[in-house]
């Protein structure tokens, strides 16, 4: 099933005027506003027709779209702009796909997690957590996971910058 | 009498433990001896890849995806390289597409070898890790013959591979096939069909089918729980649809589907099936040159990609976003073993804390995939 | 050099030095503990399995810190681990002697440049005796750098003062 033909399912439901279809090389990407995720992704996993009962990944990326700001050790800093989770979802019993692409502000990067839906987000949303300070509000456990607890800012995002020491040990080369 | 009070005891076990697989921590929480929750901690081999992807060329990125399973190297490779070639739209000769499968289930042997070699020390058998070493051996002489590297091997580039097969590789390659082939039953009589060994593995840890899906489990965890999925077969990558296999599934003849034995025993026929597999890529492998299509210069278009293929572990999913430049914009590992390793705690309750060991050996995870 | 100075061949006495006779007791049973952290850790278990067979040096694997002799940081070392590496090396009894395995352990390897949650060199948290370079190295280098290590061990001494 493609992207449009999802969509016209999900018309039913939702009002799609709030999604929107990125066209893109591997595959179309539907593009939904955070508001709605949680019920899209109950519909989707739920609807007989549809049955993405697999999210086979979530990741998290910073788009970078914001104003970049010099500062005076000559790195940088980027304010405004948005972060982005991705979900790919799939269904075992369909053998289709569907691409998720949610848009987060920058400071605020605050989304509904889907871990009710799919358990196999927990530790995905987890690392979304970790390496972008995203917030995925009703997580049941959400700290870090991949760095350690007392580590500071969020290593993936394009302007971090890394730490010089961590508990006594010297970071950089 | 007034009742006694009871607490539940903490067990730390790990990062440094012999049966952990590597680094992993796993906290366990006990009532006695029985097992009341596992709480995986992990993090402790986070070797910052998807920063580094950002950092470096797209052909720069080979060599770390190396780096992340390194029990399965070639398969790392072969899931980018077929990505960012998907992301080009590159048409890849024959010959290569030939050749990389025969590594893919060389490495698949391989990696499944050591699977059931340590899952065999996790639960006292020591001999048969030395058997599937042994083994193993002879596939790393075969790759060292290639490609120079015994472990980390760079082979498969963007449209192409780094080298051609050497001349007696054909001949090695099969000579080794008809020796494994006896030694996969000596390794049946050896392990699979002990008593001891069953009676620590068949129904422990038992996996319902509908919850390994939920949690997103794939590759020999989901097979072993008798759900009939396989990449290879059900969303065929590469050339795999021209070749006939069988995809093994948990059957149940000893405990019960989605146990440890079972899964175990998925891994075990895979390996035949992989044997099948290489048979037939060397029938009928192609003549022609394996680095004509390899690009001056990587520069994909703006885009973005979700590709998967099905690595020993499971299902290896790459989500690569380009800005055009020269450099990855964004790398995602959908690493198997990281959500793989998610199910411990449901298949851990209410068993004793030796069938943590056992459970934990079954899943096959990998650290440095899990971490990245 | 040798253990066998002087022997006298019927009533079973040898006389040798006490420092040769330590020493040599103790480069030749080295009971490693068994501990790996990445990619290297696969090539130390192929060497102490049945092709390379690291026994025929004495080296025997112990899961225990305190049964140890030798640790072979076998891989990348991260900060998160790196402390807990420390707590194990801290809790060998000495003599003890570190084997650092491939170029992650020894300055961060290929990591080295933005590995952000990576420690660049084992050497900046417990001493090393021996570096074994690679990535990873090969079995046999890791057994060359156990001779290297039994050739330092054999030229310590227990009375003299060490410089």
């Known amino acids: ?173 | 009498m007034a009742e006694l009070k009871t607490d539940h005891l903490v067990l730390n076990m790990g990062p440094q433990h012999p049966s952990t697989h590597g680094v992993l921590r796993l906290e366990v929480v006990l009532d006695g001896e029985v097992v009341i929750d596992v709480i995986p901690h992990i993090g402790y081999l986070h070797r910052c890849f998807e920063k580094h992807c950002e950092a470096m060329t797209y052909p720069m990125v080979i060599p770390y995806t190396d780096r992340m399973d390194y029990l399965a190297s070639m398969y790392m490779n072969f899931g980018y390289v077929e990505a960012v070639e998907k992301l080009m739209n590159i048409e890849i000769p024959e010959r290569v597409k030939y050749i990389r499968v025969i590594m893919g289930e060389l490495q698949r042997i391989a990696s499944h070898l050591v699977a059931i070699g340590t899952f065999g020390i996790d639960i006292g058998a020591f001999t048969p890790f030395l058997y599937c070493f042994r083994d193993r051996e002879r596939i790393l002489d075969l790759f060292e013959m290639t490609c120079g590297a015994r472990l980390l091997y760079n082979y498969m580039w963007i449209g192409g591979l780094s080298h051609d097969l050497p001349p007696m590789f054909i001949p090695e390659l099969k000579s080794f096939l008809k020796d494994f082939r006896k030694n996969i039953k000596e390794l049946n009589d050896l392990l699979s069909y002990n008593k001891i060994f069953i009676e620590r593995t068949a129904n422990i840890g038992i996996l319902p089918a509908d919850t390994a899906i939920n949690y997103g489990c794939t590759g020999p965890v989901l097979r072993g729980s008798g759900v009939n999925w396989d990449l290879r077969k059900n969303d065929p990558y590469s050339i795999y649809d021209r070749f006939d296999f069988e995809v093994c599934v948990g059957k149940g003849e000893i405990g019960t589907v989605g146990d440890c034995w079972n899964r175990y025993m998925v891994r075990v026929r895979e390996m035949e099936q992989s044997c099948l597999i290489i048979e037939q890529a060397i029938e009928q492998l192609p003549e022609g040159d394996v680095t004509s299509a390899i690009p001056k210069r990587v520069k994909p278009p703006v885009g973005e990609i979700y590709f998967r293929v099905e690595s020993p572990k499971g299902e290896l999913g790459y989500h690569i976003i380009s800005d055009g430049t020269v450099n990855p914009f964004r790398v995602k590992v959908r690493a198997p073993s990281f959500v793989n390793l998610q199910i411990l705690p449901v298949i851990s309750k209410g068993y004793l804390v030796a069938d943590i060991i056992a459970n934990l050996g079954s899943l096959d995870i990998v650290l440095g995939e899990i971490d990245r | ?163």
Not at chain 1, 56 to 62: E, R
Not at chain 1, 91 to 114: A, G
Not at chain 1, 145 to 157: A, C, K, N, S
């Open chain 3, 1 to 163: 050099m040798g253990i066998l100075d002087k022997e006298f061949t019927e009533s079973n006495i040898i006389i040798t030095k006490f420092d040769d006779l330590m020493n040599w007791a103790r480069l030749s049973s080295l009971w490693q503990m068994t501990f790996g952290l990445a990619c290297c850790a696969i090539e130390m278990m192929a060497t102490s399995a049945s092709h390379y067979d690291f026994d025929r040096f004495g080296v025997i694997p112990r899961p225990s810190p305190r049964q140890a002799d030798i640790i072979i940081i076998s891989g990348t070392v991260t900060l998160k681990m790196a402390l807990r590496i420390k707590r194990l090396y801290e809790q060998m009894p000495e003599p003890k002697y570190v084997i650092s395995m491939g170029s992650c352990a020894t300055c961060g390897g290929p990591y080295w440049n933005h590995g952000y949650h990576v420690l660049k060199g084992i050497d900046r948290v417990i001493p090393v005796d021996v570096y074994v370079p690679g990535c990873p190295p090969r079995p046999e280098a890791l057994l060359e750098g156990l001779l290297k290590l039994q050739e330092k061990i054999r030229n310590e001494s227990h009375v003299k003062k060490q410089v």
């Open chain 1, 1 to 173: 099933m493609t992207t449009t033909e999802i969509l016209e399912i999900l018309k039913e439901k939702f009002s799609v005027e709030q999604f929107e279809i990125q066209s893109n090389i591997g595959g179309e990407i539907l593009i939904v506003p955070s508001n709605v995720l949680l019920d899209l992704c109950f519909f989707l996993r739920d609807d007989e027709r549809l049955a993405f009962d697999s999210l086979m990944n979530l990741s998290g990326v910073d788009l970078a779209d914001g104003e970049k700001k010099k500062l005076e050790d000559g790195s940088f800093e980027i304010v405004g702009g948005h972060l982005a989770t991705y979900y790919h979802l799939h269904s075992f019993k369909h053998n289709h796909k569907l691409t998720l692409k949610v848009l987060l502000p920058r400071e605020n990067p605050v989304v509904p997690s889907v871990e009710r839906v799919w358990r196999s987000a927990d530790w995905h949303e987890r690392e979304a957590y970790d390496l972008f300070g995203i917030v995925f509000e009703g997580h049941h456990n959400l700290k870090r996971i991949l760095l350690p607890d007392d580590w500071d800012g969020y290593p993936l995002r394009k302007d971090y910058k890394v730490q010089e020491f961590y508990q006594g040990m010297k970071v950089p080369y």
